[in-house]
Nanobody, 119 residues
Framework: VQLVESGGGSVQAGGSLRLSCSVS?????MGWFRQAPDKGREGVAA??????SAFYADSVKGRFTISRDNAKVYLQMDSLKPEDTAMYYC???????????????????WGQGTQVTVS
C-alpha cells in the first residue's frame, strides 16, 4: 500500500490548508499524524471505515476536519496556529478500526509526510 500526501505549505496564523492523501489500494482505517521537531509523533485525526465517524485530538477539535472519498483522505485545517507547525503524515491500518487510533503503532502503512508551517 502506497500513501502519498500533498497540500502542505506555509500559512499565516488563522489561515487554512487542506492536506490530501492518495492511497494505492483500499485500507480500512485511515489517520493523520504530525511530528514537530524534537517531539513524538502525535495522532491528529482518524476516520472509521464503516460508520465514517471521525476522531480528533483535543488540540485540533473544532478546527480540523478529516474526510474520505474513495482512494483519498483529506485533512481540512482551519484557524491554524503556530503550534500546528509540523510534518504531517497519512497512515493506514489494514485491520479493523482501533479504539486507540491515536497510537502510531496501530498503523501499518505511512506516507512520506508533508510539511505545514504556520507563522
Amino acid at each position: 500500500v502506497q500513501l502519498v500526501e500533498s497540500g502542505g505549505g506555509s500559512v499565516q496564523a488563522g489561515g487554512s490548508l487542506r492536506l490530501s492523501c492518495s492511497v494505492s489500494e483500499y485500507t480500512a482505517s485511515m489517520g493523520w499524524f504530525r511530528q514537530a521537531p524534537d517531539k513524538g509523533r502525535e495522532g491528529v485525526a482518524a476516520i472509521a471505515p464503516r460508520s465514517g465517524s471521525a476522531f480528533y485530538a483535543d488540540s485540533v477539535k473544532g478546527r480540523f476536519t478529516i474526510s474520505r472519498d474513495n482512494a483519498k483522505v483529506y485533512l481540512q485545517m482551519d484557524s491554524l496556529k503556530p503550534e500546528d507547525t509540523a510534518m504531517y503524515y497519512c497512515a493506514a491500518r489494514a485491520g479493523a478500526f482501533a479504539t486507540t487510533w491515536y497510537a502510531s503503532g496501530e498503523y501499518d502503512y505511512w506516507g512520506q509526510g508533508t510539511q505545514v508551517t504556520v507563522s
